[in-house]
């Protein structure tokens, strides 16, 4: 009686023919496993540059846009046209500290910090050296709208403003202008008629905050007693507290405005609000139909190399016919010959495949 052979034993033996058999065939015909397997790196590789540099850009875009806080919106007033006995005149629309806090009482559950932004070019004197610069009067409230960091000393305080304190943090390259390698920190600037003492020195960053280097921010109300500053002014930020949607806060504040200064809301000339959160959403759809673009051309690419390898894997089969009726006359099975060709293929695509991806 013959003995009945272990199924393992089997298997593992059937499998080991299999990859010889793989080997054999990759082995000895190196230019058309190689050409068969080309267009599946290619596909792989373009796929993985395309989808890492939109990975890359997506990342930097968004790196940039860091330096404002999250659901933060900016307004900028501009002119309305007004009409006065048949008359129209152009009319600009300014804001006031008034208005602001006013604005901020209305909305308390909405708006968490509001600040102005008031911009005037003055020459700020350290003994001997001049430096043009950018003066900003702004609220303390400005540092929690726009994201700045100081290498040396701090920011403006609360206490600054209620102790209407003449200091400033000025920008890297006004230290490096006026004092060079010198100490700042507690040293006075000549602004106008007035003397502020340097509290902070502010970190460089990304290109929105670039322009903050050669910039000197002092608080709104020494300003605007020291210096000749209006208690008016056409920009202004704020913030919004985490449940707020910034759509809906920022079409009932223009609404707010547009009544308390006499101007169309809808009027783009009058008011133009930079809104923060609704700019994020628009660049990740951007670059989530950017993504899906790449993934188009990447699977496409893909399946062109799919299809060579089918080719190629027809061609194999044709020439391999005597191989497989030998093979079926000592017993193969027909599922034995298919996996034998699925596999050599699959073989072929994935090793392909990991040379392109790597």
């Given amino acids: 009686m013959q003995g009945v052979q272990n199924p393992n034993v089997f298997c593992i033996a059937m499998i080991k023919n299999l990859f010889i058999d ?9 230019l058309r496993t190689f050409l068969t397997g080309f267009g599946v790196a290619w596909g792989i590789f373009i796929l993985v540059l395309l989808l890492g540099a939109s990975g890359g850009l997506e990342k930097g875009v968004l790196q940039l846009l860091n330096g ?3 659901n933060s919106m900016w ?13 129209k005149y152009s009319k600009a629309i300014v804001f006031t500290p008034n208005l602001l806090a006013q604005l901020k009482n209305n909305y308390p559950n909405s708006i968490e910090y509001i600040s102005p932004d008031v911009q005037v070019a003055e020459r700020i004197v350290y003994r001997e050296k001049t430096v043009n610069a950018q003066i900003h009067a702004v609220l303390p409230a400005y540092f929690q709208i726009k994201i700045l960091k100081t290498t040396e000393g701090r920011l403006l305080t609360p206490e600054d403003e209620r102790q ?6 000025i920008g890297d390259q006004v230290k490096s202008q006026a004092f060079g390698n010198k ?9 106008g008629d007035s003397f502020f003492r340097v509290v902070g020195i502010l970190k460089g960053g990304s290109i929105f905050s670039q322009a903050d280097q050669n910039s000197v921010f002092i608080p709104f109300h020494s300003a605007t007693s020291c210096l000749t500053i209006k208690n008016e002014f056409n920009v202004f930020g704020f913030t919004l507290q985490k449940h707020c949607s910034s759509a809906k806060a920022e079409n009932h504040i223009k609404h707010y405005l547009g009544r308390f200064l006499g101007f169309d809301p809808n009027d783009t000339n009058a008011l133009y609000v930079f809104n923060f959160d609704q700019q994020v959403k628009s660049f990740q759809k951007l670059f989530t139909g950017l993504n899906i673009f790449l993934w188009f051309i990447g699977i496409c690419l893909l399946l062109s190399g799919m299809v060579g390898v089918s080719n190629i894997m027809f061609v194999i089969v044709n020439e391999r016919t005597r191989e497989i009726g030998i093979r079926k006359a000592v017993g193969a099975k027909r599922k034995h010959i298919l996996v034998m060709v699925l596999t050599e293929s699959a073989a072929i695509t994935v090793m392909a495949g990991l040379l392109g991806y790597f």
Avoid: C, D, M, R
């Avoid at 793989?22 to 190196?30: A, E, G, N, R």
């Avoid at 100490?183 to 602004?191: K, M």
């Fill in 75 to 87: 307004v900028y007033g501009g002119y309305s046209t007004a009409e006065q006995a048949n008359n």
């Fill in 183 to 191: 100490p700042a920190i507690g040293q006075e600037l000549q602004i």
């Fill in 22 to 30: 793989i080997f054999y065939s990759v082995t000895h015909q190196k």
């Fill in 68 to 70: 404002f806080a999250q």
């Fill in 164 to 169: 209407n304190a003449q200091v400033a943090v």
